[in-house]
């Protein structure tokens, strides 16, 4: 729901105020104010040129009022007031930025207090815009998506949920559920009038439309959650085979060692960076082989531990010395996503191997960047199959997921049953599941427990 002209009182009493920008000094630093007494509570810290307007910066200097000449000036300061409903929250929210000195906005912020003001905990003013309507639970997800955005593309999908993309594509889903079982109720009511019942047979096509959407929106959540979330590489093979050159390749400098001596690397050397807007964690690993040493040893049994929970293992052979413990290593990996890259093409060893024509194969030379490229590509398409049309909705959490997840599931009992001709009413207990399912997916009918949750993951301030 965007702003209103409707003129209700706000639900919320009490005014809250927390600083809005990163902790540490900054050119700007902003404490920020939401609720009724929002104004009142201002006002007598700062001296303003001018009354503040609605959406109108004002220029102000913040007063000293605890020492010992009150009306002496501590800042400058620009103030900007945004009247319920257009705001934010839907409430009064007075901003004022200064200059970002912690003990600058540490005062301000105590002043607020002493005024009648109490500390905002993490996300409140959000809670406070999706409770007032202002945004519904996928765009409040959405905003704290966007402030945690270490990639421009994740900030794309995070804004164009925050826009409603979500919300946009899960309405009319609703509305034809809603109208299905508007017209089942009726037919059940009023069967002695001349509303005919639906045959199980429309019931059914007007089920499998519903449910359509619903099952490519669960799909998107594949690609979704590793663009919220990232992934993690890690590079395994046997020493020597060039995994450290290979991951210095890969991140664009020197960050492993590297040199002809097998066993270099002893412990895990880890580097994030992203491959098309999607963040990953490539970690770099010590060569599995009989371990000579007991430090050898340990790292071997941390790389063991990085093939275990790494989201995607990049397995690396020597094209000039085929080894048996190949073989085993790729059982090893079977039913694990996993990459074999093949590298120094530029030594090939003449002995073909069963894998190399795999499409999880890919031939390289870290010594001279061959297949680089190629490798990037083939990692891309591995993590992410299906890269849904930027202007398509996409899944981005678990919450998101189950919810649509239990709402297609609740449709397909429903569709079973009119598929079987089972009375209306049971079929109906089914599609009011369903709907339950999609008004957690927006917020409707979630839990107190689960908002808190939710919010409870955001910064203080927003």
């Not at 093939?307 to 073989?327: C, G, I």
């Amino acid at each position: 729901m965007n702003d209103s002209d409707s003129k209700s009182a706000p639900i919320f009493e009490d005014t809250i105020v927390a600083i809005s920008t990163p902790p540490g000094r900054g050119g700007i630093g902003i404490v920020r104010l939401s609720g009724p007494a929002s104004r009142a509570i201002a006002e007598p810290l700062l001296k303003l040129r001018h009354p503040l307007a609605p959406a109108q910066a004002r220029f102000a200097e913040i007063l000293d009022s605890t020492g010992e000449n009150p009306t002496q000036t501590l800042d400058e300061a620009v103030v900007t007031y945004f009247q319920f409903p257009h705001s934010y929250t839907s409430e009064d929210i007075v901003e004022i930025a200064a200059h970002g000195s912690p003990v600058l906005l540490d005062h301000l912020l105590r002043q607020c207090v002493a005024n009648g003001a109490r500390l905002a905990e993490p996300g409140e003013f959000t809670q406070r815009a999706f409770l007032s309507g202002r945004l519904d639970l996928t765009q409040a997800e959405a905003v704290r998506d966007l402030i945690e955005s270490t990639t421009l593309h994740q900030a794309r999908i995070a804004a164009q949920q925050l826009g409603g993309s979500l919300s946009r594509h899960i309405t009319p889903i609703k509305q034809q559920l809603i109208s299905l079982i508007a017209a089942l109720e009726a037919g059940i009511d009023f069967a002695e009038d001349d509303i005919d019942f639906l045959p199980n047979s429309q019931i059914s096509t007007q089920i499998a439309a519903i449910q359509a959407p619903l099952i490519a929106l669960e799909k998107s959540f594949s690609y979704g959650h590793i663009v919220r979330d990232g992934f993690t590489m890690a590079i395994v093979g046997r020493p020597n085979v060039g995994k450290s050159s290979l991951f210095n390749r890969l991140i664009q400098r020197d960050r492993a060692i590297v040199t002809a001596t097998p066993g270099t690397t002893r412990d895990l050397v880890t580097e994030r960076l992203s491959l098309e807007g999607i963040p990953f964690e490539l970690i770099d690993t010590a060569g599995l082989r009989q371990a000579t040493d007991e430090a050898e040893s340990i790292g071997i049994a941390k790389t063991r531990e990085a093939m275990s929970e790494a989201d995607v293992v990049l397995l690396v052979l020597d094209a000039t010395a085929p080894h048996q413990d190949d073989n085993a290593t790729v059982a090893a990996l079977s039913g694990r996503p996993f990459l074999i890259v093949i590298n120094k093409q530029d030594l090939a060893h003449p002995e073909s191997r069963s894998w190399e024509q795999s499409p999880q194969t890919v031939k390289t030379s870290a010594l001279t960047g061959s297949g680089i490229l190629e490798l990037r590509r083939a990692i891309l398409s591995y993590i992410a199959r299906e890269v849904p049309d930027m202007e398509s909705a996409v899944l981005t959490n678990q919450r998101q997921q189950r919810s649509v997840s239990d709402a297609t599931t609740a449709l397909h009992r429903a569709h079973q049953a009119a598929s079987a001709n089972i009375p209306h009413e049971m079929i109906l207990l089914d599609l009011y599941e369903g709907l339950r399912a999609l008004d957690a997916f927006s917020g409707s009918t979630t839990s107190d427990d689960i908002l808190h949750l939710i919010f409870s993951k955001f910064c203080i301030g927003k």
